[in-house]
Structures are given as structure tokens and as C-alpha cells.
């Protein structure tokens, strides 16, 4: 009964190729979020989806591109992957003025 | 936007010694202040939250404190144990909608 839940755990692929991350929350949250965490372990946000809506979308290349099918999952396809796009994801959750949750992570490994 | 600086970036105590971490916000607008905990190969779990009309807030070995005026909050751990070891986070957000803004974490050791 995980709460934010997204898949692969890891996730090893060569430069050029193109992958999906997927996140699902069963928390019945109204915003889900893509946040980025580097080798310095910063966290950064990319994406913040409200009803399936997309309302936040940083400054992250186009390459990226999450689809809401409903609200409980976000899922991130990324095109074209990069060495620099090595780095640990995270989908989150949250309901307004309320705590985030986030699930555990895809550890993200371009060659 | 946000910026919030959060120091130190490493910090070792000894086992039941107290631990204190300290960050500073830019917004004054911001007015929720989450502090998260990441195990190794986990997600940032929250801890221990704080909003702006209130000045400390205390969880069992865990308090945090805020001080709107100068802009900073920090997070105390008293009786520090192994378990606590971990990279700690904290956050700020200006109004219900906007996402997260978080420090740059501090890997915290208890030493047994």
C-alpha cells in the first residue's frame, strides 16, 4: 500500500535513447510533481501538475516531457537522453497547503 | 523566486549529543517550513513541519524554530542516535500552489 510508487527503481541506458519514468500516488492528492536530485543530492523541481493540468514547468530542456493520463499518475518520458541527465528522480504528491510525499526514487544512469 | 540556504552541509556529533541545522529563506511571503529526512536509496520523508503564525513547534526528540523577522528557521535533534544519521532537507513555500523550494541538505553522522 506505497503511497507515491514509481518504476524502474534503476534505470541504465545509453546516450541517445529515449525512456519513461512512471509515478502513481493512491493518496487521492490533487498535484503531483518531478523533482530532479543531482550527485550533490540538490533537489530541484521540474514539473507540478494539478489535476492532470500542467501549472509549474521550470526551466528543464524540451527533451522532458511528463503526461498526466489522470490525477493519480505522472509520468516522465524523456527523449534524446543526455550524459548530464544522470541523476535520481522523484515524483511526488500533495494535496493544497499540505505536506509533499514522495515516492523513492529512479535512479537514472545515462553511458 | 524562493532561495533558501541551509548550513551546515556536514555534521558529525556524537551519539545522545544534539544536532542543530540551520537555514535562511529569502521569500517573506513564504509561510510553510517542511523539514525532510533521506535515508540511503529512499525518498526525502518529512519530519517535522512549521508554519508562519507560529514560532517552534517540538516532536518528541525533534523542534523546530522560526524566526520570521530574520528570515531563518532551524531544526534541533536532542539525544541524537545512530538512526538519526541521514541527509536532512529543509524547504520553504509561499503560498499552496507553488512548489517546494529546498535547501541543498546536510548529511548528518551520529557517531556511536
Known amino acids: 500500500d506505497t503511497a ?20 502513481e500516488q493512491n493518496l487521492g492528492h490533487d498535484t503531483m510533481y518531478w523533482y ?3 550527485s550533490k543530492k540538490f533537489l530541484k523541481i521540474m514539473f507540478s501538475y ?13 527533451r522532458f516531457s ?7 499518475h505522472l509520468n516522465l518520458h524523456i527523449n534524446s537522453l543526455e550524459l ?13 497547503n499540505s505536506p509533499l510525499h514522495f515516492g523513492n526514487g529512479t535512479r537514472l544512469t545515462v553511458t | 523566486g524562493e532561495n533558501v540556504e541551509q548550513h551546515p552541509s556536514t555534521l558529525s556529533v556524537q551519539e545522545g549529543d544534539s544536532a542543530v541545522i540551520k537555514c535562511t529563506y529569502s521569500d517573506s511571503a513564504s509561510n510553510y517550513f517542511p ?10 520523508q518529512l519530519i517535522i513541519d512549521i508554519r508562519s503564525n507560529v514560532g517552534e513547534k517540538k516532536d518528541q526528540r525533534i523542534a523546530v524554530t522560526l524566526n520570521k523577522t530574520a528570515k531563518h528557521f532551524s531544526l534541533h535533534i ?6 538519526d544519521s541521514a541527509v536532512y532537507f529543509c524547504a520553504a513555500r509561499s503560498s499552496g500552489n507553488t512548489p517546494l523550494v529546498f535547501g541543498k541538505g546536510t548529511r548528518l553522522s551520529v557517531i556511536a
Open chain 1, 4 to 23: 507515491v510508487s514509481q518504476t524502474p527503481k534503476y534505470l541504465v541506458t545509453q546516450m541517445g535513447n529515449d525512456k519513461s519514468i512512471k509515478c
Open chain 1, 36 to 38: 530532479k536530485q543531482d
Open chain 1, 50 to 62: 494539478n489535476n492532470k493540468e500542467l501549472i509549474i514547468n521550470e526551466t528543464v530542456p524540451n
Open chain 1, 66 to 72: 511528463p503526461k498526466s493520463p489522470d490525477k493519480a
Open chain 1, 84 to 96: 548530464g541527465d544522470s541523476a535520481v528522480y522523484f515524483c511526488a504528491s500533495s494535496q493544497v
Open chain 2, 35 to 44: 523539514w525532510y529526512k533521506q535515508e540511503l536509496g529512499k525518498g526525502p
Open chain 2, 78 to 83: 536532542t539525544e541524537t542516535q545512530p538512526e
